[in-house]
């Protein structure tokens, strides 16, 4: 499997192979054995699905804290999203940069993303739906937002900020200044 390191190494495109017949076309989106050799030993316990009707949607910047902090395989069934991962460990030497990458049921690629990292995407087609896969369930009251918008991270997220579309949690983020006086990482 191609696999191409971001700019934080950590963080993970992957391009599963797929077998296109007269037929269709069959593709291993996940195998443990094949992940563990490329590094992704997470044992992932939920599977996730959203749709996104419009372009700009933004989901996002979320993380879950321990015991119950996520890491993350992304990918695209339909439509396209610009998956974002910022790093929030306190001691990395990439603290508080992020790193960008389009993933797409075109491009048929995925995205990995480790523990420790506040995880989010803008959707750029209509739409779109996006599957991934968790390593800890669920815990809403461990679930933390820092604003997508913020203006310590700078965030490249390719749509206009009038046009996007955010739930009401993530209308009411911490910044990232706030996150940086009590950090969960
Ligand atoms: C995340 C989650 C949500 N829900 C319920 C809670 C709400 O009633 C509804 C929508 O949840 P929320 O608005 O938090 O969904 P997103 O904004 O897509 O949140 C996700 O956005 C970014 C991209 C992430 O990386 C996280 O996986 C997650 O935070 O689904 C569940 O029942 N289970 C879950 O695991």
Redesign the pocket.
Known sequence: MKIKALEIPDVKVLYPAKFDDDRGFFSEIYNKSTYEKIGIQEEFV?D?H?LSRAVGVI??L?YQCSPFA?A?LVRVVRGTILDVAVDIRKNSETFGRWVSAEISAQAWNQIYIPKGFA???VTLEENTE?N?K?SAR?A?EL?KSIAWNDPALKIEWRISEGAVTL?D??MQPMSFAAYCQCPDF
Do not use: C
């Open positions: 939920q996730n959203s989901r996002g979320h996520q993350k995880h989010g995407f996006v991934y968790v669920y809403p679930e739930s949690k993530d």
